[in-house]
């Protein structure tokens, strides 16, 4: 894998997805205090001064390069954050490269997750040389799984993990370059 100096955005038939900025926190702190979108994410803190450190600890991090995520505010074409994504390889496998994703709940169930997660995942393998896009979610998050499906990865397994006292199952789905 590779790191890429020269990020600028990619833009898809309805989206832009560029760097995460902090002007974004206060509009991406709301829907991710949404309890329903809250729940389904392991986010410390979603409050407006959380989202900001967080986007600010990334910025001088290149998309590909290892030690954590990068993240990119997914905007309509003609304008309005609608959600964000990211990429962090994987630590300790060469060549893996996971993806994550949210849309602010009033723009859901129109495809905007899965055009934007497509999108990255070709960035992944053509820019970034990786050579696995991997996704993980919990085992009853439906539209999650939907849109690993609809990017062409696949089922890789099923897990139990556990934070503190409660315990969940995860799912763990990937694609590869040569698939
Ligand atoms: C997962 C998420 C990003 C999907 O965003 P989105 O823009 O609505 O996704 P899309 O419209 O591209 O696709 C969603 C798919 O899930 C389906 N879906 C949505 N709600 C559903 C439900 N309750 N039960 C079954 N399927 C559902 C949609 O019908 C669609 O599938 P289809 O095209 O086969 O009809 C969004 O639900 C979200 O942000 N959830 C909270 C955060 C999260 O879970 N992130 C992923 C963590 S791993």
Redesign the pocket.
Known sequence: MRADDDFRSITTERLLLRRSVAADAETISEYRSDP??HA??GWDRTDPDGVRAEIEEMEDRKPGDPGGWVQFTVEARDGGIL?DVGLSPADGEAGVIKV????DPQ?????????AVRALVDYAFTTLDADIVR???GAE????I??ME?VGMRFMERFQGSDGEETWTGVRYEVTSSD
């Open positions: 329903a979108v389904m994410q959600g994550g994703y949210t849309i723009f859901q169930s129109r495809g905007y997750a899965t055009e996704a993980y979610a998050n439906t539209p999650s939907r849109v609809k």
